[in-house]
């Protein structure tokens, strides 16, 4: 897989069991709701801290990336795995959790800002611009005054299941519809 065509779809989560089902991993998520709808398994790659796993989306080249940096780092791993594969950063997908979004809501874009996410800041820096496309995974706003950092990295509740099993779902049909039918598709399908 190279410059013919294949993408770079990118879950941003942080590493290790303690942080596995936290509302700052839905992207990694997504990515294994992928993996298992295509019988594929995730590997370490041998020249990025990532674990990925080549793939076919609808017929599409993708490979799909867990970095195995925490959050901030997210870029190096990124950035090496884009220039390995020669996948231009207009072929770059990047799942994350998106505080403005209510829970389970999902938004397609192409390039924008950072809007403080530590994992996209990183990203930007190792590719100089935001030029890639995102899908936004609504996690919703923390309750009360809760601080927004602490929020991210608490579990999902219990009675939240149902809404997280959608969104995995979602997403991974976001990241379908975006590779096979193009952005304006994806927007008017999942853009609520």
Same mark, same amino acid.
């Given at each position: ?5 294949? !993408? ?17 991993? #839905? ?7 992928? &993996?298992?709808?295509?019988? /594929? ?15 076919? +989306?609808?017929? #599409? ?5 867990? @970095? ?19 996948? @231009? ?11 403005? #979004?209510?829970?389970?809501?999902? $938004? ?5 800002? /950072?809007?403080?996410?530590?994992? *996209?800041?990183? +990203? $930007?820096? &190792?590719?100089?611009?935001?030029? !890639? ?5 609504? +996690?919703? $706003?923390?309750?009360?005054?809760? /601080?927004?950092?602490?929020?991210? *990295? ?12 959608? *969104? $995995?779902?979602?997403?991974? /049909?976001?990241?379908?519809?975006? *590779? ?8 008017? &399908?999942?853009?609520?």
């Amino acid at each position: 897989m190279s410059e013919n065509g294949a !993408w770079l779809v990118v879950g941003l989560g942080n590493p290790g069991p303690t942080y596995a089902s936290t509302r700052h991993n #839905i992207g990694a998520m997504v990515i294994d709701e992928l &993996a298992i709808r295509n019988g /594929d398994k995730l590997s370490r790659h041998k020249r990025a801290l990532a674990e990925v796993a080549e793939t076919r +989306i609808n017929g #599409i080249q993708a490979i799909l990336v867990k @970095p195995l940096s925490y959050m901030n780092e997210s870029g190096g791993p990124v950035k090496a795995l884009a220039s390995f594969y020669k996948i @231009p950063a207009s072929r770059i997908v990047v799942l994350h959790d998106e505080l403005d #979004i209510p829970l389970a809501a999902i $938004r397609a874009k192409l390039g924008g800002g /950072d809007n403080g996410h530590n994992g *996209l800041k990183s +990203i $930007r820096s &190792a590719f100089g611009d935001g030029d !890639w496309y995102r899908i936004r995974l609504g +996690i919703g $706003r923390p309750p009360g005054q809760q /601080d927004p950092a602490d929020f991210v *990295l608490r579990p999902f509740a219990a009675q939240e299941a149902v809404d997280v099993a959608t *969104l $995995r779902e979602q997403g991974a /049909d976001a990241v379908a519809t975006l *590779l096979t039918s193009g952005l304006d598709e994806t927007q008017q &399908a999942f853009n609520s």
